[in-house]
C-alpha cells in the first residue's frame, strides 16, 4: 500500500513541476547582420501572455515546460520554439522580404527588382566570400549567365572578364567597376568580405546611365556597412590553406622521348643521347637510354599555402552609419620561385544625416600590395625540356653559383633548364592605391527633389623593381653582367558628379526624374630607367639606380605623361503606372577631347516593362507568383579606344624619270581621325516567380551591333597602315537562369539552381578592300574576316595520314612535295591538286559559343554543404607550345603525342610520325594543333557548420562559422594542356590554375 501511495505522490510531483512556470531570458537579432530586433513580439502561442524586446534586442518571459513560444516581427519569418529545460533562448530572425521588393543598385541610384526592365544579375556576399582569390570576379564565374570569366593562375593576377562576347578590336574588353558609386578599371584593392552584394549589368539599357566608360558591362559593388540606430558589430573571417596544381600536363618521358629520336633518323638527336649516357649514364632498366627521367612540369611546381584575414566593424548611431574593414591576404604561386602577392587593406566609410534635409559622406580606402611577377617563360621551357636532362648537373664544376644542367652540354641548341631564369631573375611591383570620395545631398523639397554633388579620386602608383641577376651554366647560358630596370607608373583618375533627383507618387502613376553633369580628369606619368653592373649585387639593400655602372643608362631613360578631359551631361526618367506598366529613358551626352573628328556624342535608351501577373486574367493563378515581359534598346559608344593619334609626313626621294635622276618628295600621312565605335543593342526578358515564389525564372535574348567598328586598312601607295572606322560587328546569344528554394521543414532546407547561355559572334562588315584581316603572326595566322567570328584560326584541315607507299605513290600532292607514309594529308579546299595559302579555312574560333553553371546547396540545422560547377563548350584552343616544333625540334614532345604518333601502318590516321613532326610540310598550322577548349568543372565545394550564439560555451559564445572549401577540386576535358582556360585561346605560357583546399572560421560579436 505505500508502495503505490509513493509512485502517485511522485507522478504527481512530476506533473507539478512541469507544469511550473520557468523564467525565460534571451536576446532576437537578425539573422541576416546579427544586429539586435527592437520591438520584436514574444509570445506564448495560443495564450495572451507576452512580451516585446528592448532596445538591445532583449527579452524576459515566464513559461512552461511544453509552451510554444513564438517570435515575430515585421518583414522577418515568424519563429517557434517548444521549452524544454532551458532558461535561455537566443532567436535570429530570418528577413521574409520577397526577392522582388530588394533593391538592386543601378547607375546614380536603385530600383526594386520587380521594376527593372533591363538584364541585370545581383550575386549576394554569401556566395562571393566562400571562394578563396585576391580578386572578387573569380568568385562569380559561372555564377552570371553572359559573363565569362576566365581564371588567372599566377597569384595577385586578375581573371579576364567578357560580358557578352568581345565588343572591339583595338581596345580594352573589361568592364567598368563601380564601387560604392567610385569608378575603376580594376578592383584587385577589394576583399572578399568587404562585399555586400555584386550587380552585374549586362545590356545597354542598364549601362547607358554610365556612358562610354560602360561600353563593356558594368560591376556595380556594394560594401558592408552599419546601419542607423544600430550597435557595433565585429566580423572576423579568416582562412589558410593550400594551392595544388592539378591536371598536370604528361610530357614524354625518357624511353618514349629516345625512342621519337631514333625513330626520327636524325643522326645528331641520337649523338645528343649518346652524350647523355657518357655523361649521366645508363639506366639500369635500360641501358639504352641514360640514367636520368626528368618530369620538368613537376620539377617546377609545388604546393603554395593561400591566406587571408579580415576584420570589420559595423554599426551606426541615431544618425549616422559607419563601416571599417581591414584584411590581409598572401599567396605564393605554384612555380617554384620568387612569385608570390601580398596585399594589405582598410576600407572606411561613414553617412551623417546633419538635418533632416541636409546629408554628408566619405568613404575611403587604401591598398599596399608588394607582387613578385613569375618567369611564364619557365612553362614554356618546362614544355621543351628533355627528360634526358637533369636539373642540377654536379659535373658542371664550371657553374656558379648554382651547378644547373644544360642541354648545349649536350649538343642541343638549347640550353632548355627552366630555372636559371627562374632562379636569378626577381621582378618586384609595389603597388598603393589611395581611393576616397565625399558626397553632400540636400533635400530642396523633403523626400521629393535632392541635389547631390560627388567628388572622387583614384590615385594609385605602381613602382616596378626589375633585377637579372649574373651566372655562368655555359656559354650558351650564362649572364655577365648584371642588370636593374626601375619604372614607376602614377595615375590619378578625378571625378565630380553632380545630380539632381525627384520622384513623387500620385496616384497608381510613380516618377523618378535625374538629371546631372560628370566631369572626369585622367592625368597619368610613367619613368622608367635602366642600369647595368650593380655594385655588391649579392646584397637587395644594393638594387637601386644609383650602383649601377652610370654610363650603363645612356638611351635607356625613359618618361612620358598624358592627360585626358572629359565631360558628359545625363538624364534618366523612370515611369510606372499601378505597379503593372513600367517605362524608362535614358540620355547622354559626351564630349571626348581623344575624339577630335567628333568630340560630342549623344546615345539615348528606353525600356519597357509589362507585369502580366498583375492583369485580371492571371489574378486566379495557382502557380503564377509573378511574370514580367521586358523590351529595351538603346546605343552606346566605345569608351576604350585610344583615340584618334598619328602625324602627317614629307620625305625627299630621289628617282629616274626617262632616265633622268630628278629630286623630289611624298606625302604620308598616318593620321588616324577616328569617330566612336557605337554599340547598339535589342534586348528582350521574361522574369517570373512560380509556386509561391519558390521558383524565379530569368530569360533574355539579345542582337548587340557593333557599328563605326575601328579596324586596320592599307593607304594606297605608301604602305602604311591606319585604323580607321571601316566594320560592323554583331553579338546575339541567350540567357536563362532559373533557381528552386524549398524549405521541407524546421531542420532541411535546400537550393538548386543553373544557368546557360549562348554566344553567335559574326564580323558583318569590312571596308578594307580585302574583306578580311590577318591578324595573329606568320607562322600561327588568325583571322578577320566578314561572316565568320573575329580572329578566328586559319589554317589547313587535316584529312588524315599517308599510311603506305602505295597511297603516297597514288597522290600526286604526295608526289609533288615528296611526302613519305607517316605525313599529313590535307584538305584541297578550292580542288586546284595543290595544296596551298588558298586552302586555308576556319579552323575553329576561341570564343566559347556555350556556357553554363549550376550550383546546389543544402541545410540540416547548423550544418549547410553548397556545390558549384560550370563549364564551357564550342570553343578551340591552339596548342601553340606543340605548334613551335617550327622553330625548333630537337626538344621533347607531350605524352600525347609520344604515346599516339604514327609509327606504322594503321597506328593512327591523326598524329604524324616521330620523323614527320620534324618535317616543314607537317608544321603548318592545321586542325592538327587546334583542340576542343570544352570543359566541366566542379567550381566549389564548401561544408560549413554554424554555432550559434551562446549555444556552445554559454551566452557570451559569440555566433560562429566554421568550413572547410575546396575551390576548383575537379576539371573535366580533353585539351592537352594544364586548363582549357586560355583566354585569347592561344597557349603557349599560360600559368596554370590551381586547385585550392583551405579552412576558415567567422565569428560574429
Given at each position: 500500500m505505500r508502495t503505490k501511495i509513493s509512485v502517485l505522490f511522485f507522478?504527481?510531483?512530476?506533473?507539478?513541476?512541469?507544469?511550473?512556470?520557468?523564467?525565460?531570458?534571451?536576446?532576437?537579432?537578425?539573422?541576416?547582420?546579427?544586429?539586435?530586433?527592437?520591438?520584436?513580439?514574444?509570445?506564448?502561442?495560443?495564450?495572451?501572455?507576452?512580451?516585446?524586446?528592448?532596445?538591445?534586442?532583449?527579452?524576459?518571459?515566464?513559461?512552461?515546460?511544453?509552451?510554444?513560444?513564438?517570435?515575430?516581427?515585421?518583414?522577418?519569418?515568424?519563429?517557434?520554439?517548444?521549452?524544454?529545460?532551458?532558461?535561455?533562448?537566443?532567436?535570429?530572425?530570418?528577413?521574409?522580404?520577397?526577392?522582388?521588393?530588394?533593391?538592386?543598385?543601378?547607375?546614380?541610384?536603385?530600383?526594386?527588382?520587380?521594376?527593372?526592365?533591363?538584364?541585370?544579375?545581383?550575386?549576394?556576399s554569401e556566395v562571393i566570400e566562400k571562394t578563396p582569390n585576391s580578386n572578387v570576379m573569380?568568385?562569380?564565374?559561372?555564377?552570371?549567365?553572359?559573363?565569362?570569366?576566365?581564371?588567372?593562375?599566377?597569384?595577385?593576377?586578375?581573371?579576364?572578364?567578357?560580358?557578352?562576347?568581345?565588343?572591339?578590336?583595338?581596345?580594352?574588353q573589361n568592364p567598368l567597376y563601380v564601387v560604392d558609386g567610385n569608378w575603376y578599371d580594376n578592383i584587385d584593392f577589394l576583399d572578399n568580405s568587404q562585399i555586400e552584394s555584386v550587380s552585374v549589368l549586362k545590356d545597354v539599357s542598364s549601362t547607358a546611365i554610365f556612358g562610354q566608360r560602360g561600353s563593356?558591362?558594368?560591376?556595380?559593388?556594394?560594401?558592408?556597412?552599419?546601419?542607423?540606430?544600430?550597435?557595433?558589430?565585429?566580423?572576423?573571417?579568416?582562412?589558410?590553406?593550400?594551392?595544388?596544381?592539378?591536371?598536370?600536363?604528361?610530357?614524354?618521358?625518357?624511353?618514349?622521348?629516345?625512342?621519337?629520336?631514333?625513330?626520327?633518323?636524325?643522326?645528331?638527336?641520337?649523338?645528343?643521347?649518346?652524350?647523355?649516357?657518357?655523361?649521366?649514364?645508363?639506366?639500369?632498366?635500360?641501358?639504352?637510354?641514360?640514367n636520368v627521367n626528368t618530369d620538368w612540369y613537376r620539377e617546377v611546381l609545388r604546393d603554395a599555402p593561400i591566406t587571408n584575414h579580415s576584420l570589420g566593424i559595423t554599426g551606426g548611431g541615431e544618425n549616422s552609419n559607419y563601416g571599417i574593414?581591414?584584411?590581409?591576404?598572401?599567396?605564393?604561386?605554384?612555380?617554384?620561385?620568387?612569385?608570390?602577392?601580398?596585399?594589405?587593406?582598410?576600407?572606411?566609410?561613414?553617412?551623417?544625416?546633419?538635418?533632416?534635409?541636409?546629408?554628408?559622406?566619405?568613404?575611403?580606402?587604401?591598398?599596399?600590395?608588394?607582387?613578385?611577377?613569375?618567369?611564364?617563360?619557365?612553362?614554356?621551357?618546362?614544355?621543351?625540356a628533355v627528360p634526358i636532362l637533369p636539373k642540377y648537373d654536379y659535373t658542371n664544376t664550371a657553374a656558379d653559383p648554382i651547378p644547373f644542367s644544360d642541354a648545349t652540354l649536350l649538343g642541343y641548341r638549347g640550353s632548355q633548364n627552366p630555372f636559371p631564369a627562374m632562379t636569378f631573375n626577381d621582378n618586384q611591383l609595389r603597388i598603393r592605391k589611395l581611393l576616397t570620395s565625399i558626397y553632400a545631398e540636400y533635400y530642396l523639397i523633403p523626400d521629393k527633389l535632392s541635389f547631390k554633388t560627388t567628388y572622387y579620386n583614384d590615385y594609385s602608383t605602381i613602382l616596378e623593381r626589375n633585377v637579372r641577376l649574373p651566372y655562368f651554366i655555359s656559354g650558351q647560358s650564362q649572364r655577365q653582367v648584371s642588370s636593374i630596370r626601375r619604372a614607376n607608373l602614377t595615375t590619378s583618375n578625378q571625378m565630380w558628379d553632380n545630380l539632381l533627383t525627384y520622384s513623387d507618387t500620385f496616384g497608381k502613376h510613380s516618377v523618378k526624374a535625374i538629371a546631372g553633369t560628370s566631369y572626369r580628369d585622367l592625368h597619368s606619368n610613367s619613368f622608367s630607367a635602366t642600369g647595368e653592373d650593380i655594385s655588391a649585387v649579392d646584397f637587395e639593400s644594393s638594387w637601386y639606380l644609383n650602383f649601377a655602372d652610370p654610363d650603363s643608362f645612356n638611351g635607356r631613360v625613359f618618361e612620358s605623361a598624358s592627360r585626358f578631359y572629359y565631360m558628359s551631361y545625363l538624364g534618366r526618367l523612370e515611369y510606372g503606372f499601378d505597379d503593372k506598366y513600367l517605362f524608362n529613358a535614358t540620355v547622354r551626352r559626351e564630349g571626348d577631347s581623344r575624339f577630335p573628328r567628333e568630340i560630342w556624342k549623344t546615345t539615348p535608351q528606353f525600356g519597357l516593362g509589362w507585369v502580366i501577373s498583375k492583369e485580371k486574367f492571371l489574378n486566379d493563378s495557382n502557380f503564377i507568383n509573378f511574370l514580367k515581359l521586358r523590351a529595351t534598346w538603346g546605343q552606346l559608344s566605345n569608351g576604350s579606344l585610344s583615340g584618334s593619334s598619328g602625324t602627317n609626313t614629307i620625305n625627299t626621294i630621289v628617282t629616274a624619270i626617262d632616265d633622268t635622276q630628278t629630286n623630289g618628295i611624298i606625302g604620308s600621312t598616318t593620321f588616324q581621325n577616328l569617330k566612336r565605335e557605337?554599340?547598339?543593342?535589342?534586348?528582350?526578358?521574361?522574369?517570373?516567380?512560380?509556386?509561391?515564389?519558390?521558383?524565379?525564372?530569368?530569360?533574355?535574348?539579345?542582337?548587340?551591333?557593333?557599328?563605326?567598328?575601328?579596324?586596320?586598312?592599307?593607304?594606297?601607295?605608301?604602305?602604311?597602315?591606319?585604323?580607321?572606322?571601316?566594320?560592323?560587328m554583331r553579338n546575339k546569344g541567350f540567357e536563362f537562369a532559373a533557381n528552386w528554394n524549398q524549405t521541407i521543414n524546421d531542420n532541411w532546407k535546400f537550393s538548386i539552381g543553373g544557368n546557360i547561355a549562348t554566344l553567335d559572334n559574326e564580323v558583318t562588315k569590312l571596308d578594307n578592300g580585302r574583306g578580311y584581316i590577318d591578324t595573329g603572326s606568320a607562322e600561327f595566322r588568325q583571322r578577320i574576316e566578314v561572316g565568320e567570328p573575329v580572329n578566328y584560326f586559319f589554317g589547313l584541315e587535316v584529312a588524315g595520314v599517308y599510311q603506305n607507299d602505295t597511297e603516297v605513290a597514288n597522290d600526286p600532292v604526295a608526289v609533288d612535295n615528296g611526302l613519305v607514309p607517316g605525313d599529313f594529308k590535307y584538305v584541297d579546299q578550292n580542288n586546284d591538286g595543290v595544296i596551298d595559302d588558298n586552302d586555308r579555312v576556319n579552323i575553329?574560333?576561341?570564343?566559347?559559343?556555350?556556357?553554363?553553371?549550376?550550383?546546389?546547396?543544402?541545410?540540416?540545422?547548423?550544418?549547410?554543404?553548397?556545390?558549384?560547377?560550370?563549364?564551357?563548350?564550342?570553343?578551340?584552343?591552339?596548342?601553340?607550345?606543340?605548334?613551335?616544333?617550327?622553330?625548333?625540334?630537337?626538344?621533347?614532345?607531350?605524352?600525347?603525342?609520344?604515346?599516339?604518333?604514327?609509327?606504322?601502318?594503321?597506328?593512327?590516321?591523326?598524329?604524324?610520325?616521330?620523323?614527320?613532326?620534324?618535317?616543314?610540310w607537317n608544321q603548318k598550322l592545321s586542325s592538327f594543333f587546334i583542340?576542343?577548349?570544352?570543359?566541366?568543372?566542379?567550381?566549389?565545394?564548401?561544408?560549413?557548420?554554424?554555432?550559434?550564439?551562446?549555444?556552445?560555451?554559454?551566452?557570451?559564445?559569440?555566433?560562429?562559422?566554421?568550413?572547410?572549401?575546396?575551390?576548383?577540386?575537379?576539371?573535366?576535358?580533353?585539351?592537352?594542356?594544364?586548363?582549357?582556360?586560355?583566354?585569347?585561346g592561344v597557349d603557349r605560357q599560360t600559368y596554370p590554375v590551381p586547385a585550392v583546399y583551405t579552412v576558415g572560421v567567422n565569428v560574429k560579436i
Open positions: 507522478f504527481l510531483l512530476g506533473i507539478t513541476l512541469y507544469a511550473q512556470d520557468r523564467t525565460i531570458t534571451g536576446t532576437v537579432t537578425s539573422m541576416e547582420d546579427g544586429l539586435p530586433i527592437p520591438s520584436a513580439n514574444v509570445l506564448i502561442k495560443g495564450t495572451s501572455t507576452g512580451t516585446s524586446t528592448d532596445f538591445d534586442g532583449n527579452y524576459t518571459i515566464s513559461a512552461k515546460q511544453g509552451d510554444v513560444i513564438e517570435f515575430s516581427y515585421i518583414g522577418f519569418k515568424t519563429v517557434e520554439i517548444t521549452v524544454a529545460n532551458q532558461n535561455t533562448l537566443n532567436i535570429a530572425l530570418e528577413t521574409q522580404v520577397s526577392d522582388l521588393e530588394e533593391v538592386v543598385i543601378i547607375g546614380y541610384g536603385s530600383q526594386k527588382k520587380s521594376d527593372l526592365t533591363g538584364a541585370i544579375t545581383t550575386v549576394d573569380q568568385s562569380l564565374q559561372g555564377k552570371v549567365p553572359g559573363v565569362q570569366i576566365t581564371s588567372a593562375g599566377s597569384p595577385g593576377d586578375s581573371p579576364n572578364v567578357r560580358i557578352r562576347g568581345i565588343n572591339t578590336l583595338n581596345g580594352s563593356n558591362g558594368v560591376i556595380i559593388i556594394k560594401t558592408k556597412g552599419g546601419k542607423k540606430g544600430s550597435k557595433p558589430v565585429i566580423t572576423y573571417n579568416g582562412y589558410t590553406g593550400i594551392q595544388h596544381a592539378q591536371n598536370v600536363l604528361k610530357m614524354a618521358n625518357a624511353e618514349q622521348f629516345v625512342t621519337m629520336v631514333y625513330e626520327s633518323g636524325s643522326a645528331a638527336d641520337i649523338q645528343y643521347v649518346e652524350n647523355a649516357i657518357q655523361r649521366f649514364g645508363r639506366s639500369r632498366v635500360n641501358p639504352n637510354i641514360p574593414n581591414t584584411s590581409y591576404f598572401a599567396q605564393e604561386g605554384i612555380l617554384d620561385m620568387k612569385n608570390e602577392y601580398e596585399r594589405f587593406n582598410i576600407q572606411g566609410n561613414i553617412d551623417i544625416d546633419v538635418s533632416d534635409r541636409f546629408k554628408v559622406g566619405v568613404n575611403s580606402a587604401f591598398s599596399n600590395a608588394t607582387k613578385y611577377n613569375p618567369e611564364n617563360g619557365a612553362w614554356f621551357q618546362a614544355y621543351f557605337i554599340m547598339e543593342e535589342t534586348n528582350i526578358g521574361i522574369s517570373a516567380r512560380l509556386f509561391n515564389s519558390r521558383l524565379s525564372l530569368e530569360a533574355d535574348y539579345y542582337i548587340r551591333d557593333i557599328k563605326d567598328l575601328v579596324a586596320s586598312r592599307e593607304v594606297p601607295i605608301t604602305g602604311n597602315f591606319v585604323r580607321d572606322n571601316i566594320g560592323e575553329g574560333s576561341y570564343l566559347p559559343t556555350f556556357n553554363y553553371g549550376a550550383n546546389l546547396k543544402v541545410s540540416y540545422k547548423n550544418f549547410d554543404l553548397s556545390i558549384d560547377m560550370q563549364g564551357q563548350s564550342g570553343n578551340q584552343i591552339l596548342n601553340r607550345k606543340r605548334g613551335e616544333v617550327i622553330f625548333t625540334n630537337d626538344t621533347n614532345m607531350d605524352a600525347d603525342f609520344a604515346i599516339n604518333r604514327w609509327h606504322g601502318e594503321g597506328t593512327t590516321n591523326s598524329y604524324p610520325s616521330a620523323a614527320g613532326r620534324r618535317r616543314a583542340e576542343d577548349g570544352a570543359y566541366f568543372r566542379i567550381q566549389n565545394i564548401q561544408l560549413a557548420y554554424t554555432i550559434k550564439s551562446g549555444t556552445l560555451l554559454g551566452d557570451n559564445m559569440p555566433e560562429t562559422r566554421v568550413y572547410f572549401t575546396a575551390d576548383r577540386p575537379f576539371t573535366f576535358f580533353n585539351y592537352n594542356g594544364f586548363n582549357p582556360e586560355v583566354a585569347n
